[in-house]
C-alpha cells in the first residue's frame, strides 16, 4: 500500500543524491545558451527573437516547463531586464527603505537573522503607487511574462519583495519555498503527499538582480535536480540534508538585469555577503497561480463572528469546533500585510482558524475576537 504522508523519520538522503547527481543536457531545452553548474541559462536577446513567432513561444514554453519540473529546476536569463529600469527602479527601492526605517515598519526575514538585511515587502504595489510610468517600463517584460505563463498559465498574479543583504550578512538556511516550505515540520506533514508533489505548481520563483553579484557578495545557493524529492518539504531540516547542500549547492554569478526562476520546492537560500561594501539588492519575485482560490467570495470574519457566541455556548468538544471553523474560517494566514506582521520563522502569523480556537479555548468576548481577527 503506497504510503500517503510524508514523515521526515523516514527520508533517506541517498534518493537525493541520485536526483541531485543527474546531469542537465543542453540539447534538452530549445532556446537556452548553455548549461552552468548544471544550471541551464538563456540569453534573453536571442530568446526574444525566438518567441516572436507563436510557434517559437509555443517551444521555448514547453523547453522552460520541463526545466522547472523535470529539469535542474532552475533557469538563468542573461540581460533579462533592461539596464536603466533596473537602476531607476533600484533608486526607488533605496528611497522605500529609507522612509519605512524612519517610520519603523519593514524588515524581518522567513530564513535568516533579523538585521542581516534590509526588507520592502510589497514592493509591486509601492513602487506603482510612487512611480506608474517606471512601474510600467519595468514590468513590461517578455521574458518575465514567457516563464510565468510557461509554469503557471495565464492570469497569473506577480508579488515582489525586495532584498537587500548587507555586507557581512549571513547566509539563509537552505530552505524550500511558499507554500509548504513555511510550514512548520509537523504542520506539513499533515498534508497529504499528493498536496506536496502538487503544491510547487501553484507558485514559482524569481530574482531581479538590482546590482552585479560576483560570488563574494552571496548570491543565492541553489541544489539543481532538488525539487524532484519528493519529501523534499519534511526533510530540508534535517542534518543530513542540509549538510549535502553545504557540500553540493551552486553560486551562479549575476549581473545587473539577469533573472533567476526557480521551481520553489528547490533547495536554496541567500549566501552570505563576504563584501565589506557592497549592498546587495535583489528584487524576489514571488508569482502565483489564478487558479488557488475559492470560487466564491465569503466574508469569513463575519461568519466567524456570528458563529462565535454558538461555540461559546454549544456543548462541543474540540474537533467538533475545529470541524465548524474549518468550514467557515480561514485556516491560511496568507495572503499577509508583511509590514505589520513581520516574518520572523517559516510562518508569519497564525490563521484566523487558529486565532477563533483559542478564543473559545480562553473564553474572549465577542469584542476582543473581533479585533483580534481585524489585527490579523
Given at each position: 500500500m503506497?504510503?500517503?504522508?510524508?514523515d521526515?523519520?523516514?527520508?533517506?538522503?541517498?534518493?537525493?543524491?541520485a536526483?541531485?547527481?543527474?546531469?542537465t543536457?543542453?540539447?534538452?531545452?530549445?532556446?537556452?545558451?548553455?548549461?552552468?553548474?548544471?544550471?541551464?541559462?538563456?540569453?534573453?536577446?536571442?530568446?526574444?527573437d525566438?518567441?516572436?513567432s507563436?510557434?517559437g513561444?509555443?517551444?521555448?514554453?514547453?523547453?522552460?516547463a520541463?526545466?522547472l519540473?523535470?529539469?535542474?529546476?532552475i533557469?538563468?536569463?542573461?540581460?533579462?531586464?533592461?539596464?536603466?529600469?533596473?537602476?531607476?527602479?533600484?533608486?526607488?527601492?533605496?528611497?522605500?527603505i529609507?522612509d519605512?526605517?524612519?517610520?519603523?515598519?519593514?524588515?524581518?526575514?522567513?530564513?535568516?537573522?533579523?538585521?542581516d538585511n534590509?526588507?520592502v515587502?510589497?514592493?509591486?504595489?509601492?513602487?506603482?503607487?510612487?512611480?506608474?510610468?517606471l512601474f510600467?517600463r519595468y514590468y513590461?517584460?517578455?521574458?518575465?511574462?514567457?516563464?510565468?505563463?510557461?509554469w503557471?498559465?495565464?492570469?497569473?498574479?506577480?508579488?515582489?519583495?525586495v532584498?537587500v543583504?548587507?555586507?557581512?550578512g549571513l547566509?539563509q538556511?537552505p530552505?524550500?519555498?511558499?507554500?509548504?516550505?513555511?510550514?512548520?515540520?509537523?504542520?506539513?506533514?499533515?498534508?497529504?503527499?499528493?498536496?506536496h508533489?502538487?503544491?510547487?505548481?501553484?507558485t514559482?520563483q524569481?530574482?531581479?538582480?538590482?546590482?552585479?553579484?560576483?560570488?563574494?557578495?552571496?548570491?543565492?545557493?541553489?541544489?539543481?535536480h532538488?525539487?524532484?524529492?519528493?519529501?523534499?518539504?519534511?526533510?530540508?531540516r534535517r542534518?543530513?540534508?542540509?549538510?549535502?547542500f553545504?557540500?553540493?549547492?551552486?553560486q551562479?554569478?549575476l549581473?545587473a538585469?539577469?533573472?533567476?526562476?526557480?521551481?520553489?520546492?528547490l533547495?536554496?537560500?541567500?549566501g552570505?555577503?563576504?563584501t565589506?561594501n557592497?549592498?546587495?539588492?535583489a528584487?524576489?519575485?514571488?508569482?502565483?497561480?489564478?487558479?488557488?482560490?475559492?470560487?466564491?467570495?465569503?466574508?469569513?470574519?463575519?461568519?466567524?463572528l456570528?458563529?462565535?457566541?454558538?461555540?461559546?455556548?454549544?456543548?462541543?468538544?474540540?474537533?467538533?469546533?475545529?470541524?465548524?471553523?474549518?468550514?467557515?474560517?480561514?485556516?491560511y494566514?496568507?495572503?499577509?500585510?508583511?509590514?505589520?506582521?513581520r516574518?520572523e520563522?517559516?510562518?508569519?502569523?497564525?490563521?484566523?482558524?487558529?486565532i477563533?480556537?483559542r478564543?473559545?479555548?480562553?473564553?474572549?468576548a465577542?469584542?476582543?475576537?473581533?479585533?483580534?481577527?481585524?489585527?490579523?
Open positions: 503506497p504510503n500517503h504522508w510524508f521526515a523519520a523516514e527520508c533517506d538522503l541517498k534518493d537525493l543524491i536526483l541531485c547527481t543527474q546531469p543536457v543542453l540539447d534538452d531545452y530549445p532556446g537556452a545558451s548553455a548549461i552552468q553548474q548544471n544550471t541551464i541559462v538563456y540569453d534573453s536577446a536571442s530568446l526574444r525566438q518567441i516572436a507563436p510557434e513561444r509555443r517551444s521555448a514554453m514547453a523547453g522552460l520541463d526545466a519540473h523535470t529539469g535542474p529546476g533557469v538563468v536569463f542573461r540581460n533579462a531586464f533592461d539596464h536603466d529600469a533596473v537602476e531607476a527602479v533600484s533608486e526607488v527601492f533605496r528611497t522605500i529609507v519605512e526605517r524612519e517610520r519603523g515598519i519593514g524588515g524581518g526575514d522567513h530564513f535568516a537573522r533579523p538585521g534590509d526588507r515587502w510589497n514592493a509591486l504595489e509601492k513602487v506603482a503607487m510612487r512611480d506608474p510610468e510600467v513590461d517584460n517578455e521574458i518575465l511574462d514567457l516563464v510565468c505563463h510557461a503557471l498559465g495565464p492570469g497569473y498574479q506577480v508579488t515582489s519583495q532584498n543583504v548587507n555586507p557581512g547566509q538556511q530552505h524550500r519555498d511558499y507554500h509548504l516550505g513555511f510550514m512548520p515540520d509537523d504542520r506539513a506533514a499533515a498534508y497529504p503527499a499528493h498536496v508533489l502538487m503544491s510547487p505548481m501553484l514559482l524569481g530574482a531581479v538582480a538590482h546590482c552585479d553579484m560576483p560570488v563574494e557578495t552571496g548570491p543565492t545557493m541553489y541544489l539543481p532538488s525539487q524532484k524529492y519528493a519529501p523534499g518539504y519534511v526533510a530540508w542534518p543530513e540534508f542540509k549538510q549535502y553545504a557540500d553540493h549547492h551552486v551562479l554569478e549581473s538585469g539577469d533573472a533567476v526562476f526557480f521551481n520553489p520546492a533547495f536554496h537560500g541567500a552570505t555577503n563576504r565589506t557592497v549592498r546587495r539588492i528584487n524576489l519575485l514571488q508569482i502565483s497561480s489564478a487558479l488557488g482560490r475559492a470560487m466564491e467570495s465569503v466574508d469569513r470574519t463575519a461568519v466567524v456570528a458563529l462565535y457566541p454558538v461555540l461559546l455556548d454549544a456543548d462541543m468538544s474540540p474537533d467538533a469546533v475545529r470541524r465548524v471553523l474549518a468550514a467557515s474560517a480561514e485556516g494566514p496568507f495572503p499577509g500585510d508583511l509590514d505589520r506582521n516574518p520563522g517559516e510562518s508569519s502569523d497564525q490563521s484566523p482558524v487558529d477563533t480556537l478564543a473559545v479555548r480562553e473564553r474572549w465577542v469584542d476582543e475576537l473581533a479585533a483580534r481577527l481585524a489585527a490579523q
